[in-house]
């Protein structure tokens, strides 16, 4: 059972239009983190939240963590082909879980020229 | 060089066979952990250590065994693999950082295919 639900799955759009990601649960973190995984690569950290409604942005991607620390969303604006990748968010888990992240299952975005 | 290292980078094996993936980081980190990714599922905890003397199971343990070398090393053990252990499996570290959030940075992974 996946305890974090991404969506969508795929996400195919052309350079220059806008996309967001979403990562929902019914559980609470701690923190909440996405990563971004190039083909042939392990994921890589793009950001963590903590705070409860934290916004943080990174360039063209703002990412933003629920009031409740059970879902995030991620916003690519004006997306470029090196945008391009699978985005998976991962979540701390409160109590005794914590330092085991559980991750959602991804979500494909490919952004052609 | 790369932080976190795996080999072998693909294998293709038969059933019955036993298999074992290595991991290598020099991070410095106290934490490792074993991972497999099937499309659709995302990354599922295989096993995770803490700690040199720290073994722990992860969500899907069954059909697999690690041993903690050293805090460097963790390796991953398929006794008698079978197909459906066909996957993408990533080893990573992490350590606790000042904000108590467990950032982790992992190896390029190992493609294993079981006939």
């Known amino acids: 059972t996946q305890l974090l639900e991404q969506s969508p799955q795929f996400l195919s759009i052309q350079e220059g239009e806008n996309l967001t990601v979403y990562c929902n649960s019914s559980s609470v973190f701690s923190s909440l983190q996405w990563y971004r995984q190039e083909p042939g690569e392990g994921p890589v950290l793009l950001v963590t939240v903590v705070t409860g409604g934290e916004v943080k942005k990174l360039k063209r991607l703002t990412f933003q963590f629920g009031d409740a620390r059970k879902d995030s969303s991620l916003h690519i604006t004006a997306a470029q082909p090196g945008d391009t990748g699978l985005y998976l968010c991962?979540?701390?888990?409160?109590?005794?879980?914590?330092?085991?992240?559980?991750f959602g299952a991804g979500t494909q975005v490919v952004v052609t020229p | 060089d790369a932080d976190v290292t795996q080999t072998p980078r693909n294998r293709i094996t038969k059933t019955g066979k036993r298999i074992m993936l290595e991991c290598s980081q020099t991070k410095g980190h106290d934490r490792m952990y074993w991972y497999r990714q099937d499309p659709g599922l995302g990354l599922r905890l295989i096993y995770y250590s803490f700690d040199v003397k720290d073994i722990n199971k992860g969500e899907i343990s069954d059909g697999y065994s690690v041993s903690r070398q050293a805090q460097a090393k963790f390796s991953l053990s398929l006794e008698s693999a079978i197909p459906n252990q066909t996957a993408l499996y990533f080893c990573?570290?992490?350590?606790?950082?000042?904000?108590?959030?467990?950032?982790?940075?992992f190896g390029p992974g190992t493609r294993l295919t079981v006939l």
């Open positions: 990573a570290t992490s350590d606790r950082d000042s904000s108590s959030t467990d950032t982790q940075y």
């Open positions: 991962a979540g701390d888990p409160l109590g005794d879980s914590w330092g085991k992240l559980q």
